[in-house]
């Protein structure tokens, strides 16, 4: 007895919305999309009403209309400030009809035969070479800066979408017009004169500089001799900066013990906690506990341990609506895949473990004036300013010895 036909039906997660002048389906949790002209767009709803459709009759539906693939890749390759939602620009993509168009759908889980066979790409990448898992988000960039940007030096990429080319400067981004605004108000010359700083994950030492500069004696530690090349080269002649590289848990925690405890007003964290607490391609460390234990050992009484950290939920949400009024869609939150922050139900555990309360939290935001002045990365329907201003993408916690 031959096999009965499969019967095709739209995704119960797709979105049919206009994106200018043009219609789109979108997928938010596997952030595909297809574009759509008016009579694909037609009849697409209209031989979905019906209910699951064989291939041929989605075919027929299909043949008088044109649709193109909006799904973009290299999700990432904007910076991690920017709109995650994969919504590629129209310009120059090749027009589908007919049987084409009904494949680009069902590749792109837009029309489905059975539910699993969507849920099955809800999962991290296979390989370097998986195009169908929806993958982590750092899995994501890794994988677009490998084989489409063909760069072996994956922390020059990450560098460069935050800082110029010699670390001396922010690019004219969300980092500079939220992150550093924000950091200049918080950590002022008569918060940071005299103190003891140790900055934990200093990168290119951009913000350790700032803390040496408005009078503190800095400590900055990270495990990529590259950046710390370019920290020295640009701010190794202060002198109240001292920078070291430990490349393992094991030399961080040689590094700590060997300082007396209560040796540090303030511990620093940017963008780090993430890499910690929901590394990558494993698990968190066993010796996490023992880190973060060490920190509390090395601030004094009075001291606090302050972080800067992409918000788990906001931060890689799918951004869809009006541009002056963006709506975030949030697909995941308990079980992540795509995202990599910490949600506040993992991150306080570990920290209250350590002898960490919580004493705030802040959402920096743009500069009011901003915040309405239109939308900026991404296509005029992702958001840019009215999104950041409605949407945190970043939280500030200020922790202290509890």
């Known amino acids: 007895m031959a096999d009965l036909e499969a019967l095709y039906f739209v995704n119960p997660d797709a979105l049919l919305r206009m994106v200018g ?11 595909t999309h297809v574009g759509l002209d008016a009579a694909a767009a037609q009849a697409l709803v ?29 999700l990432g390759q904007d910076g991690m400030h920017a709109d995650h939602s994969g919504l590629a620009e129209a310009d120059g ?14 590749d792109r889980c837009l029309l489905l035969s059975n539910q699993e066979s969507a849920r099955a790409r809800l999962r991290p990448l296979q390989n370097l070479f998986d195009r169908d898992s929806l993958g982590r988000f750092h899995q994501r960039v890794g994988q677009y800066v490998l084989l489409e940007k063909r760069v072996r030096a994956h922390w020059r ?21 939220m992150q550093e605004p924000f950091f200049d108000g918080y950590f002022t010359k008569e918060r940071l004169e005299g103190r ?21 004696q800095v400590l900055g ?13 640009n701010h190794g002649a202060a002198p109240n900066l001292e920078l070291a590289l430990t490349r393992s848990f094991e030399e961080v925690l040689d590094l700590m013990a060997a300082k007396e405890a209560g040796s540090f007003d303030l511990v620093y964290l940017q963008d780090t906690l993430m890499l910690l607490l929901h590394p990558e391609f494993s698990e968190a460390s066993p010796l996490l506990p023992v880190l973060f234990a060490g ?33 975030a869609v949030v697909t995941e939150y308990r079980n992540p895949v795509f995202n990599v922050a910490p949600t506040l139900d993992r991150l306080l555990p570990v920290m209250a473990q350590a002898g960490f309360a919580l004493k705030d939290l802040r959402h920096p935001g743009p500069p009011s004036a901003l915040a309405h002045s239109g939308p900026t990365g991404g296509t005029a329907a992702q958001g840019g300013h009215a999104y950041q201003a409605e949407f945190p993408i970043w939280d500030f916690f200020v922790f202290v010895p509890a």
């Open 46 to 74: 209209a031989a979905g009403a019906g209910g699951p459709e064989s291939e041929a009759v989605w075919t027929s539906a299909l043949e008088g209309g044109s649709g193109c693939d909006r799904t973009r890749r290299g």
């Open 157 to 177: 990429e990450w560098h460069d979408q935050k800082f110029s080319h010699d670390g001396s400067a922010l690019l004219d981004n969300a980092y500079r017009l």
């Open 221 to 233: 530690l990270d495990n990529a001799s590259e950046l710390l090349e370019i920290a020295r080269a």
């Open 295 to 327: 920190f509390r050992r090395l601030l004094r009484a009075g001291g606090s341990f302050c972080a800067m950290e992409p918000n788990p939920s906001y931060w890689l949400a799918g951004r869809y609506g009006d541009p002056a009024q963006p709506y």
């Open 196 to 216: 003891r700083v140790l900055d934990f994950g200093c990168g290119n030492g951009y913000y350790t500089a700032k803390f040496a500069a408005r009078g503190a």
């Open 93 to 106: 993509l090749p027009s589908l009809g007919g049987a084409a168009l009904f494949g680009l759908l069902k």
């Open 21 to 31: 002048p043009a219609w789109v389906l979108s997928n938010p949790r596997l952030r």
